[in-house]
């Protein structure tokens, strides 16, 4: 079968680009899904949101008159979606969903790790650091209290980093999916356990389903890129593009308001709070896709 991902057949990406690009998304209101009640979806609501991540990759739902802080609403929401296998880590609270807010003063180990602080995180995959058997397929975040000022997250989709990067240099992703092009030295992980140096692609696709996945971080600290001219000017390239790509949406979620993704590339800004404004987001990582299909979906109880 043909692949719009293979490098010898200009053809076929092309004819994807093209669709690609004439359909994302221009505005991050486009993405935008009211449901009625995401814990459980009508089977136009799941049409609706199978056509935003067709186009890509990434939903955004907002069901503002449900109480927000509700946990059951991102992890029912993933559930009817495919979302099933989720990774835990042991900071993640005991359903899986991981509580990201600032620690505070005596945050003890969450306090040691960015997303659990005030500042801002570069464009980065979540889970790029996993080896490829514990890939990070699908990410799910859900705002339960937003911020007082800041902490919007930017958003592209990974495959319009793909296009970009390759329309600049097909050679810049041939050296982007070697697997010794970005490795993470060994060291001690959000999880608390002592990692092996790992080694991977940033672009990968799956030899089985053919869908395109990335692992990227923008960060310099602890991380190496191969010492090779191309893969380096593949890194720079790929940096200009998530500076300055058109296409980046920026949402801010609202309370009751959530992001359903295949692991795009995203950013969070730095933000303040206040005691209304304590921002608090449910963060749900998967070895899953999104999976829409609409037929599996019990009758919405009118
Ligand atoms: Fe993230």
């Not at 927000?68 to 029912?76: E, L, R, V």
């Not at 991981?98 to 969450?110: L, V």
């Not at 495959?159 to 041939?174: G, K, W």
């Amino acid at each position: 079968m043909r692949s719009p991902f293979d490098l010898a057949d200009d053809t076929a990406y092309r004819a994807w680009r093209d669709a690609k690009l004439a359909a994302y998304p221009r505005s991050v209101d486009e993405l935008v899904v009211p449901l009625a009640d995401p814990r459980h979806l009508t089977t136009d609501e799941i049409e609706d949101l199978g056509l935003r991540c067709a186009r890509a990759n990434m939903a955004i739902y907002s069901a503002p008159h449900l109480p927000a802080g509700d946990k059951s609403i991102p992890k029912q929401l993933g559930q009817q979606l495919g979302l099933t296998r989720l990774e835990g880590n042991y900071l993640a609270d005991e359903d899986g969903l991981s509580s990201i807010t600032p620690a505070g003063e005596e945050g003890g180990a969450r306090g040691d790790f960015i997303p659990y602080t005030h500042k801002p995180i570069n464009w980065h995959t979540d889970g790029y650091y996993n080896t490829l058997d514990r890939r990070i397929l699908g990410m799910t975040l859900h705002c339960a209290q937003d911020a007082e000022a800041g902490g919007e997250n930017a958003l592209l989709d990974h495959e319009i980093a793909y296009i970009q990067l390759r329309d600049a240099n097909p050679d810049y992703i041939a050296a982007l999916m070697q697997p010794d092009a970005m490795t993470i030295p060994a060291r001690m992980d959000e999880d608390n356990v002592a990692r092996p140096e790992q080694s991977g692609p940033v672009f990968a696709v799956d030899p089985v389903q053919g869908f395109l996945y990335m692992r990227y971080t923008a960060r310099t600290r602890s991380i190496v890129w191969k010492d090779d001219a191309v893969t380096q000017a593949a890194v720079k390239a790929l940096a200009d593009i998530l500076a300055n790509s058109e296409y980046i949406l920026t949402a801010r979620l609202r309370p009751g308001m959530g992001l359903i993704c295949n692991n795009v590339l995203h950013t969070r800004s730095g933000f303040s709070d206040s005691p209304e404004h304590r921002r608090l987001l449910y963060r749900g990582r998967y070895y899953d896709r999104l999976r829409f299909d609409s037929n599996k979906a019990p009758a919405h109880a009118a």
